[in-house]
């Protein structure tokens, strides 16, 4: 009898023993915190500072204009289920994520919530208004230029942001978010040391761009943007604007047009034929072209395409 129950026995205890390590497993991935971003940029610095502790995803994509993006069904259903929402603040988003969220019904990511980050939050903010706005001047936005990512100084703050949203929900994982987090800004600091070698030999070279979407960019590394081929942001350009802006880049010498992968390349294609000037297609976000993944790589790419153009137009 002990010969024929053996078996069942160890096959009981086998049984037992993969119940507790698929509770076990399915324990630690629900454990993950859901993280959701507006934009990639935020998916990505998110993603470095939460480690192993959290799943991301952004709504957006990289070559989307994330002033415009569509709200999907599947948005709601993602949002309804995060522990955190990382939006850019400044009213990059006003356009479409507020539907979103009152469709969602979750109250972890409504507006103060715990689980709620404006990645803006202690970033200085370039070109905020000091006079009335009124629709005659474009998309102005009146809390200042939401594209700061562009600047990865800028991108060390908004991971101090991230780092402390998440120690606030999730305070068992501190010690890996603060890991993570002087990680980042430590490889951040050596390639922005890296990045401004390599771009010195071009400060003050004249650019001029589609949007003001480069604007953090240019000033972190000394470019002098000359005119946009917006005339105002968000209007598109007349001929008369198209006419002057060629003027004024022949007169200056401009040699780079820096446009955004979301915009038809069309005009900028004919300003280049008038002057002479290289048409970059520049990422602003991660995941804007196939070759940047990660946050470093944006600028990484971005400036490798300025520099040979820049050093081929001497």
């Known amino acids: 009898m002990k010969a024929t129950r053996t078996p069942h026995i160890w096959l009981i205890a086998v049984v037992v023993t993969l119940g507790v390590l698929t509770v076990a497993i399915g324990t630690a991935t629900a454990q993950r915190l859901r993280v959701i971003t507006s934009t990639p940029d935020f998916a990505a610095i998110a993603t470095e500072v939460g480690g192993d502790r959290v799943d991301v995803l952004s709504l957006a994509k990289g070559a989307q204009n ?12 993602e949002l309804n289920k995060a522990d955190m929402l990382i939006e850019g603040g400044l009213e990059l988003e006003v356009g479409w994520l507020p539907p ?4 969602a019904r979750n109250s972890k990511i409504q507006p103060n919530a715990p689980g709620r980050v404006v990645a803006a939050l202690n970033v200085p903010i370039l070109e905020v208004p000091t006079f009335r706005i009124d629709r005659s001047m474009g998309d ?9 990512t562009l600047d990865p100084e800028n991108g060390k703050i908004v991971a101090e942001t ?83 802006l060629t003027a004024l880049m022949k007169a200056q010498g401009v040699r780079v047009v820096m ?3 979301y915009y038809v390349r069309a005009l900028p294609d004919v300003i280049s034929r008038e002057t002479g000037a290289q048409v970059l297609v520049l990422p602003t976000m991660v995941g804007g072209v196939p070759e940047v993944q990660t946050y470093a790589d944006l600028f990484q790419y971005n400036i490798n395409a300025l520099t040979s153009a820049l050093r081929a137009g001497q």
């Open 66 to 77: 994330p002033h415009f993006v569509d709200a999907r069904p599947s948005f709601i259903v």
């Open 100 to 103: 979103l969220l009152l469709a």
């Open 140 to 148: 102005v936005h009146p809390a200042g230029n939401p594209h700061f």
């Open 162 to 244: 991230i780092a402390d949203a998440l120690i606030r929900i999730d305070p068992q994982g501190t010690a890996v978010y603060q890991a993570n987090l002087e990680r980042f800004k430590n490889t951040l600091d050596g390639k922005i040391q890296q990045w401004e070698a390599q771009m010195e030999p071009f400060r003050g070279a004249k650019v001029v761009s589609y949007h003001k979407s480069y604007n953090y960019f240019i000033e972190r590394f000394g470019l002098d943007l000359v005119g946009t081929v917006e005339p105002k942001p968000g209007v598109p350009p007349s001929p008369a604007h198209i006419e002057a």
């Open 259 to 261: 446009l955004e992968p």
